[in-house]
Structures are given as C-alpha cells and as structure tokens.
C-alpha cells in the first residue's frame, strides 16, 4: 500500500473529524485527494489539492463549505478536514494519489458513519 491513511470513525450529526494521509517522498506526485464510497453507490471524488504546492483545491458540491483539504508535512502528505458532518456523509472515504500520467495510487479505505 502507497499510501498510509488515518482518521474516520463514528460520529453525530455536526460534528467533526479530520482524516490524513500520506505517501513515499520517493512519489513525485501531482494531485492527492480523498473519493467516498457509500453502499450501493459508486465512488466519487470528494476534495483534492495540488501537490507538493498545496494549490488548486477542487471540492464535490455536496462537501463545499463544511470540508477543508489541506496539505500537511511532507511532500505527498494532505488532510481533509470535515466539518458539520451529515448522515449522507456516511461511507467508506479513501485517499488518492495522482501522477501527471495518469496513473494513481490508493491507499486502504477507512469508515466515517455520522449518525443522527
């Protein structure tokens, strides 16, 4: 596994938790984010940030406003701080790494469950 990702858990409605991950410095990565998948429904991306500039941070709608991505110590190392967090922000959150190729790295999923 590229990356290494921490964070998640159980929570109420409003409030907070913050995820992060990192990869190898050996990467020379241009983009890493953070997709979600809720059951039943495909995966989609939820906030992403130029690396290693931190710039250009891009959000899904639905997250606008509540989720902050950030880059964090280390080349190839974001948080994503969720904020107010909401039930159908339920699902399996996983970091992502992009190359200006194309190709990408994933790290392990980790559960967020925001109960009412």
């Known amino acids: 596994v590229q990356l290494q990702a921490s964070g998640g858990g159980p929570v109420w409605t409003g409030e907070s938790l913050k995820l992060s991950c990192s990869g190898s410095?050996?990467?020379?990565?241009?983009?890493m984010g953070w997709y979600r998948q809720a059951p039943g429904k495909e995966r989609e991306l939820v906030a992403s940030i130029r690396v290693p500039s931190g710039g250009s941070p891009n959000y899904a709608d639905s997250v606008k406003g509540r989720f902050t991505i950030s880059k964090s110590n280390g080349r190839n190392s974001v948080n994503l701080q969720m904020n107010n967090l909401q039930p159908e922000d339920t699902a399996v959150y996983y970091c992502?790494?992009?190359?200006?190729?194309?190709?990408?790295?994933w790290g392990e999923g980790t559960q967020v469950t925001v109960s009412s």
């Open positions: 410095r050996s990467y020379n990565y241009a983009f």
């Open positions: 992502n790494a992009k190359f200006f190729t194309g190709a990408e790295h």
